[in-house]
């Protein structure tokens, strides 16, 4: 069972900008590092290797639902959105006054991403279901 067009090209714009917006909260997390709160045990390497674990689950689940696996892929994407909300971390080391501006906005802009590719992802849950029910 696939999806419509329209539910993959919305899929695929919110994927792109949820990885824009993971990006460059990544970047500038390894490029001002002392400025981010960031618990004891994390350093940029570890900061490092989870963009490039978590970039890939938003591919391999675009790529399952494209060759009809959308169950897997909206899992795998699932998980992405997951990884992206784990940004809002952050605020469990410093008070909100102590992080600047900039900071701020991209942990809440990849947040909001991540929200917006939850409710696209359940949005397309509840088409897949009823097109199943409905070929039943």
Same mark, same amino acid.
């Given at each position: 069972?696939?999806?419509?067009?329209?539910?993959?090209?919305?899929?695929?714009?919110?994927?792109?900008?949820?990885?824009?917006?993971?990006?460059?909260?990544?970047?500038?997390?390894?490029?001002?590092?002392?400025?981010?709160?960031?618990?004891?045990?994390?350093?940029?390497?570890?900061?490092?290797?989870?963009?490039?674990?978590?970039?890939?689950?938003?591919?391999?689940?675009?790529?399952?639902?494209?060759?009809?696996?959308?169950?897997?892929?909206?899992? @795998?994407?699932?998980?992405? /959105? $997951?990884?992206?909300?784990?940004? =809002?971390? +952050?605020?469990?080391? %410093?008070?909100? &006054?102590?992080?600047?501006?900039?900071?701020?906005?991209?942990?809440? @802009?990849?947040?909001?991403? /991540? $929200?917006?590719?939850?409710?696209? =992802?359940? +949005?397309?849950?509840? %088409?897949?279901? &009823?097109?199943?029910?409905?070929?039943?």
């Amino acid at each position: 069972m696939s999806l419509p067009d329209a539910h993959l090209r919305r899929l695929g714009w919110v994927l792109l900008l949820t990885a824009i917006s993971s990006v460059l909260h990544c970047v500038d997390n390894l490029l001002f590092f002392h400025d981010y709160p960031e618990p004891p045990w994390i350093n940029r390497s570890i900061i490092d290797a989870f963009g490039f674990v978590m970039t890939p689950l938003a591919a391999a689940g675009w790529l399952a639902i494209k060759r009809g696996h959308p169950d897997s892929g909206l899992l @795998l994407s699932l998980g992405y /959105a $997951v990884c992206n909300l784990l940004s =809002l971390g +952050h605020y469990l080391y %410093a008070p909100l &006054h102590m992080i600047c501006a900039r900071i701020h906005a991209f942990i809440v @802009l990849e947040a909001l991403f /991540a $929200v917006v590719l939850i409710f696209t =992802l359940v +949005h397309m849950a509840i %088409a897949l279901h &009823h097109a199943r029910y409905e070929s039943a």
